[in-house]
């Protein structure tokens, strides 16, 4: 699993183009999120085939500025304070 980084023009339409893409290529996202910055939104997403969305993105010139290795780490809901106890011990690896 990669985290794809994307830039996003602020427009109507565009993330439903970009959304449109991956599917039209069968590239799934397994979670994440768009947030608002100006003139353009930043994209985070989770997907198997990061180098192909970004090959498929760039036909519809939406850019990929970036592909990181993630960490998952699936949290019980049913126990508060899991993000902080979990990115604790990671920091006290470091």
């Known amino acids: 699993m990669k985290d794809i980084e994307i830039l996003l ?3 109507p339409g565009t993330l439903a183009l970009m959304g449109e893409t991956l599917f ?3 590239i ?18 989770l997907v198997e085939e990061a180098e192909k969305a970004r090959e498929e993105l760039a036909k519809v010139h ?5 592909i ?3 960490i998952i780490q699936k949290l019980r809901q049913d126990v508060p304070g899991q993000l ?7 920091g006290e690896q470091t």
């Open 9 to 11: 023009e602020n427009k």
């Open 28 to 45: 799934s996202l397994e979670g994440g999120g768009v947030f608002q910055n100006g003139e353009v939104s930043i994209a985070h997403f």
């Open 24 to 26: 039209k290529n069968k």
């Open 62 to 66: 939406i850019k990929v500025v970036r």
């Open 84 to 90: 902080g106890m979990f990115c604790r011990k990671m």
């Open 68 to 70: 990181s290795d993630v």
